[in-house]
């Protein structure tokens, strides 16, 4: 297919007007000074935006239907951050929590993989483990499901690794029921500084 020739990128902008363009037009043309231009101006990008997108990749779904729960994927991710902050977790769980489902309609068969992903560069090993497998762990919850191929006890494999208790009670805490209208959901707004917060800690370490 022909695209209209005045189909055209939109000019982008600068963070920081004190910045510069790199105009080559592709990376194989790049000169050691073209990327030395992005090298110094990558950081101070990432420290201010990283937080920003992530929070814009969950919010893009604010308003997204159900396919039969309650309460949307959205709401489900703030609800389990809200509970996590009113029991007093630290602000790494809370962060956890909040963007444990990120993945879960885009990604949904290996969700718990892509929140991982996303999120390894910002918190704690034990918090990347347990959002890698907590899709697993929610199988022990799944009642009188169906399918007799999923197995509630697989989650058993991993008994003893440091991170299973963590895991296993963040599922039954704050995974499994959140789905419920009924209970505390937050707005955004509050998590939006600890988010940043957390993001920040990650890139002074």
């Not at 690794?161 to 599922?171: G, R």
Request: glycine share 2%; net charge negative; charged share 25%.
């Amino acid at each position: 297919m022909k695209v209209a020739d005045d189909f055209r990128a939109k000019p982008a902008e600068l963070l920081d007007p004190d910045w510069t363009f790199v105009t080559t037009p592709a990376l194989e043309f790049y000169s050691r000074q073209d990327w030395a231009t992005l090298d110094a101006q990558r950081e101070a990008y990432l420290k201010d935006q990283a937080a920003k997108q992530a929070l814009d990749l969950l919010k893009a779904s604010a308003n997204a239907p159900t396919f039969g729960y309650q309460i949307n994927n959205y709401q489900h991710c703030l609800q389990s951050a809200t509970l996590c902050l009113q029991d007093g977790l630290d602000e790494e769980s809370v962060v956890a929590a909040l963007f444990h489902d990120v993945g879960f309609i885009v990604c949904n068969a290996s969700h718990g993989c892509f929140a991982a992903d996303l999120m390894s560069p910002y918190l704690p090993e034990r918090q990347v483990w347990m959002l890698r497998h907590h899709a697993i762990f929610q199988q022990a919850h799944f009642g009188d499901f169906p399918d007799p191929s999923i197995d509630p006890d697989e989650r058993e494999q991993w008994r003893g690794h440091p991170y299973f208790e963590w895991t296993a009670e963040f599922v039954r805490k704050y995974d499994q029921n959140t789905i419920n209208p009924a209970l505390p959901i937050a707005p955004i707004e509050v998590f939006e500084p600890i988010v940043e917060r957390v993001f920040a800690r990650a890139f002074r370490e």
